[in-house]
């Protein structure tokens, strides 16, 4: 079976350099293709010069929305560091930290909330993008390029947000069997095709999630994730894991109901379901899978501390502790009032509020009775 899909736009260097293999060595996997669309040199969507944020980029996220989402994740890390002890040397690290808005938001709130942790906290930004590394180190910051790069963390937090929606993940489809789906080119446009699968930790990722999928149906496998996952217990001495990222758990991402996977394309504020065009220039993701991934850690020696919706971590975290009083129509009020919008947003029912899950994962030191963020509901039982 073979389906075609329209191409676009094929002059681009990651297009070129697909094309290049796929005439060398036939069809490439969907997480080949996705690999090199997203990552490839410097012709890569996040490792070229591209805005991929804010009203210019192609999406909105979380940071770009309020400050105080940096502000709320700062109140959780000053809770975590006094469960570690308080430690004099306390490392941050945020994967795929992009333009490290939130570290930098992270170290505001901390200089004014809690000096002691502040001078305590040395950040590590880990960011594929040479040119988002350009501005170098600073006083309590430092740029790597990936995360095998960094020395081992005695006590801290591996923080990432949005990060793992972005990793390239295989398609598989179920007809009459499993079968991957292969990237191939007709001469024209990529086009694709369906194989046998490319290694038997496709099946084997289905059936130990007990997750048959029915005929017809399509998905995606995060085999990235979880070597993600591992290379992240190994780093961690002590400390904490926190994810946060749009998906669901298990059960819910492979349900019949999404026959089609949840493969979308970001490109200047719209989404599109189709990854052979703008290649390279539009950005590729899919659903976390929240069950896996909690899977995966505590294979790799992470425990899980708790789970639950952005809405629930932030509410818990005491957002509503940053709403400005806003009264009469004056401009102070009006800009309160855009503020306080703003921060219900991030917490919106059936917006950003449902659709971003928080994972916390422990490592060296037994489970907290209750974190501050998973105070108002917590919801492991949903990974299940």
Request: aromatic fraction near 8%; charge should be negative; include cysteine.
């Amino acid at each position: 079976m073979t389906t075609s899909a329209d191409s676009t736009a094929l002059n681009t260097a990651p297009a070129y350099e697909l094309i290049r293999r796929i005439k060398e060595k036939g069809p490439v996997t969907f997480a080949e293709f996705m690999d090199c669309a997203l990552y490839w040199g410097e012709g890569g969507y996040y490792t070229s010069g591209l805005k991929r944020w804010g009203p210019g980029g192609d999406y909105i996220t979380s940071i770009d929305v309020s400050p105080v989402f940096s502000r709320s994740i700062a109140a959780q890390l000053v809770e975590m560091w006094r469960l570690l002890g308080s430690p004099g040397a306390f490392d941050l690290v945020e994967a795929g930290a992009g333009r490290g808005l939130l570290s930098r938001g992270i170290l505001s709130a901390l200089e004014e909330t809690c000096p002691e942790l502040y001078e305590a906290i040395r950040v590590r930004l880990v960011e594929k993008n040479p040119s988002l590394r350009e501005g170098g180190a600073g006083e309590k910051t430092s740029w790597y390029g990936d995360i095998t790069e960094l020395a081992p963390i005695t006590k801290g937090v591996v923080l990432s947000n949005e990060l793992i929606d972005s990793l390239p993940v295989h398609r598989v489809l179920c007809s009459g069997g499993l079968s991957e789906i292969y990237v191939d080119f007709d001469g024209t446009r990529f086009v694709e095709v369906a194989g046998p699968l490319s290694t038997q930790r496709l099946s084997g990722y289905l059936e130990d999630l007990a997750i048959s999928l029915v005929e017809g149906q399509r998905a995606e496998i995060n085999l990235a994730a979880a070597e993600w996952m591992e290379k992240v217990a190994a780093l961690l001495g002590s400390g904490f894991v926190v994810t946060i990222d749009y998906g669901l758990p298990a059960r819910e991402l492979y349900s019949p109901e999404r026959r089609d996977g949840t493969l979308l394309c970001h490109y200047r504020h719209t989404i599109n379901d189709n990854p052979y065009m703008n290649v390279g220039s539009q950005d590729i993701t899919t659903h976390v899978d929240f069950t896996s991934l909690a899977r995966s850690g505590a294979k790799a020696g992470l425990e899980l501390t708790g789970f639950t919706t952005q809405k629930n971590f932030l509410l818990g975290a005491g957002v509503l502790g940053e709403l400005r009083a806003s009264g009469d129509l004056g401009l102070e009020n009006l800009e309160n009032i855009q503020y306080n919008r703003a921060v219900s947003e991030l917490i919106r029912p059936g917006g950003m509020g449902d659709t971003f899950k928080v994972l916390v994962q422990h490592k060296g030191l037994q489970r907290p009775a209750a974190l501050k963020g998973f105070s108002f509901r917590e919801m492991s039982s949903y990974l299940l």
